[in-house]
């Protein structure tokens, strides 16, 4: 299996190269511009799988597909927000938002695998994903979460939730009054329906918002610990892998 990363920052596509081959397979090509990967594709044969940033150095890269009929699969690597790529994903291999997480990357993989071992990787309609792009649907983000407590239902406003948090197979919002409601979601789904501008998912068990963020404190492995005003059941860790890209969200 021949694969590619097309990656403008190299560190990045490093980092990718690496988790990628922890999962058995072999990065046979790393490019990291729209000019470079036309010029590439031109003069050898197109790979079968393809990880594909969407924004490159010098533009973005579905400027490939207008000059090069790509053959390949592709699984997209984006910082995007998620709601802007539902509207391609099930037409795509799979898209991972960055920093990419492991588990997320190996079942893109098992999905790839599963597609092109039948033979059943559709084309992609890149001039449509381009334009849904570059003038995105605005989006009407939840305002309000019910929960069910006995008989009764409670609606809590966005406002007091410090934080979502997963346990147990469950998921939990922990409010500014201290306390904790189970609601019927999972931390994906409530990741997709809350601002990105004001919820940050710091982990695979923690969504917070930025203004209940109490304290940041340096942690272990080049990890950030966030102190929360009244939620002290568990430690809430940014994950290493999002260290940066948290930095960045909080400004």
């Known amino acids: 299996m021949n694969i590619l990363i097309i990656e ?20 046979n090509m790393m490019l990291h511009s729209v000019e470079e990967a036309i010029a ?16 490159l150095s010098d533009g973005l890269s579905f400027e490939i597909f207008e000059q090069i009929d790509i053959k390949s699969a592709i699984i997209f690597t984006t910082a995007y927000d998620e709601y802007a790529l539902r509207a391609f994903k099930l037409n ?11 588990e997320e990357l190996s079942i893109a993989i098992s999905k790839f695998k599963n597609q092109f071992q039948k033979n059943t990787i559709s084309s992609l309609d890149f001039e449509a994903i381009k334009r849904m792009l570059v003038n995105p649907v605005e989006k009407e983000y939840k ?6 407590i006995g008989q009764q239902l409670k609606v809590i406003s966005i406002d007091e939730v410090e934080c979502f948090y997963s346990e147990n197979k469950g998921t939990y919002i922990h409010t500014l009054d ?3 409601y189970l609601i019927d979601s999972t931390l994906e789904v409530v990741e ?6 004001d919820f940050y998912r710091v982990s ?17 492995n080049s990890r950030l610990k966030i102190i929360l005003p009244t939620y002290k059941d568990d430690e809430v860790i940014v994950a290493r892998e999002r260290v940066s890209d948290f930095k960045e969200w909080i400004g």
Do not use: T
Not at 8 to 27: F, I, M, N
Not at 42 to 48: K, L, V
Not at 192 to 197: F, G, H, Y
């Open 8 to 27: 403008d920052e190299k560190p990045a596509a490093r980092l990718l190269q690496r988790k990628v081959e922890k999962l058995g397979l072999q990065v």
């Open 40 to 55: 590439w594709f031109q003069n050898h044969p197109h790979p079968d799988l393809i990880f594909l940033d969407i924004q």
């Open 92 to 102: 795509s291999i799979d898209y991972l938002l960055k920093p990419i997480d492991e």
């Open 143 to 148: 305002k309000r979460f019910s929960v069910k």
């Open 178 to 180: 201290n306390r904790d």
């Open 192 to 197: 997709a329906e809350i601002n990105p501008k």
């Open 204 to 220: 695979r068990k923690f969504i917070v918002p930025l203004k209940a963020v109490k304290e940041i404190q340096v942690y272990s």
